[in-house]
């Protein structure tokens, strides 16, 4: 076997080739979005380690297979129907999961040669991160971004109270809590992304990066960046200056109060979706979001890493607010999840803190060498 790819264990769910210096990794799972598995997190592991270590191998391209006449995934998050079987079976490997999608993200973000996300089509939550640490994000006017792990009774994970926490203002709170949506303009502007490419060029790209010579990383960027364009019109100030307004009020029920108050059509919106969330998970990610403005990056990972073990352990698989909320969307798809306590104003504030406390002591902590 080829020197240049080690062994994979994802049963072809993800691929590998190399073009001169150029390792090219693509996400092939199109009938899920490029969801996220066990297996696929592992591979993606193995291949940065081992191009890391490899001296041909001068950048890293990621992207995800398409699905013929349908719009573009590059990889839609983590596989919540398996969480959602692993939680009630007591399986392992739930845990091995979140420990190791978390030092993957760690990884891309720390990768000493160019890593480059091409994010066209849904990006969200997983997808996030595996490619927010990229040193090129690159978007089309296709992008969908989000978060969405409140509308499941989750967080946003995956290194999400770190670099939402980036955002500038109180964006980051806004896409956290409400799991919405946004383009590429706005990615940019918000610091979530770095050049935008006409998905038209999209074919293009990918041909020239699979089959033209790449001699070198700076040649590996130079083909990229020649076909970058003006990205769309960014969210108009008006609208920022809402998002800061409303989510910079100091609790949860203080931002859904002034929500309340605004005679608006987003805020009444905004509102009407934050109704729709998990209150306890949404007081959880709102603490982490704003502690995410003072951690490192592995700080936040290995917080995160506690939060997510007690979103499945805390209350115990029968009373998770995740996975409830999974089986509301992806199992029994009712789309109507119980939340325990099922308003904000009825939130145990002891019990959001010990979602904060780590069930690991500091040398027993599985993500305790992240540097």
């Not at 592995?298 to 089986?327: K, M, N, P, Q, Y």
């Not at 798809?333 to 803190?353: L, Y």
Request: hydrophobic letters at 45%.
């Amino acid at each position: 076997m080829n020197d240049l790819i080690p062994p994979l264990l994802s049963d072809g769910q993800i691929l590998a080739e190399v073009n001169g210096c150029l390792g090219l990794i693509t996400l092939n799972r199109p009938q899920a979005l490029n969801a996220l598995s066990l297996a696929m997190v592992r591979d993606l592991t193995t291949l940065l380690r081992h191009w890391q270590a490899h001296e041909q191998v001068k950048a890293v391209v990621v992207l995800g297979a398409g699905r013929p006449g349908k719009a573009p995934a590059f990889c839609a998050g983590g596989d919540i129907r398996f969480f959602h079987q692993a939680a009630h079976a007591g399986d392992a490997a739930l845990e091995d999961f979140f420990t190791e999608e978390y030092r993957l993200n760690h990884l891309i973000h720390a990768y000493p040669k160019p890593y480059i996300a091409l994010m066209d089509g849904i990006v969200m939550g997983g997808g996030m991160g595996i490619s927010q640490g990229a040193k090129l994000r690159v978007l089309t006017e296709q992008s969908r971004l989000a978060m969405p792990e409140t509308a499941i009774g989750l967080f946003p994970d995956v290194g999400g109270g770190w670099f939402l926490a980036q955002c500038p203002g109180h964006v980051g709170e806004w896409l956290a809590l409400t799991g919405e949506t946004i383009g590429a303009g706005d990615a940019i502007e918000w610091g979530l992304g770095d050049v935008y490419v006409r998905s038209e060029q999209m074919p293009g790209l990918i041909a020239a990066l699979r089959s033209e010579p790449q001699p070198s990383a700076e040649h590996v960027v130079a083909t990229v960046m020649e076909r970058v364009d003006l990205a769309p019109a960014s969210a108009p100030k008006t609208a920022t200056d809402r998002i800061h307004q409303h989510f910079g009020q100091p609790t949860l029920g203080a931002i859904l109060a002034s929500l309340a108050a605004s005679d608006d059509d987003w805020a009444r919106h905004t509102h009407a979706t934050l109704l729709k969330r998990s209150p306890t998970m949404m007081a959880v990610t709102l603490e982490l979001v704003r502690r995410g403005r003072t951690l490192s990056l592995a700080d936040d990972l290995r917080l995160e890493r506690d939060l997510v073990h007690h979103c499945f352990h805390l209350r115990g698989a029968a009373r998770s607010e995740t996975v409830e909320g999974i089986r509301a969307l992806a199992v029994d798809k009712d789309h109507a999840p119980r939340w325990q306590p099922p308003s904000v104003d009825a939130i145990d504030a002891a019990e959001v803190q010990a979602f904060f406390a780590s069930p690991w002591a500091a040398q027993d902590h599985p993500l305790k060498d992240l540097a």
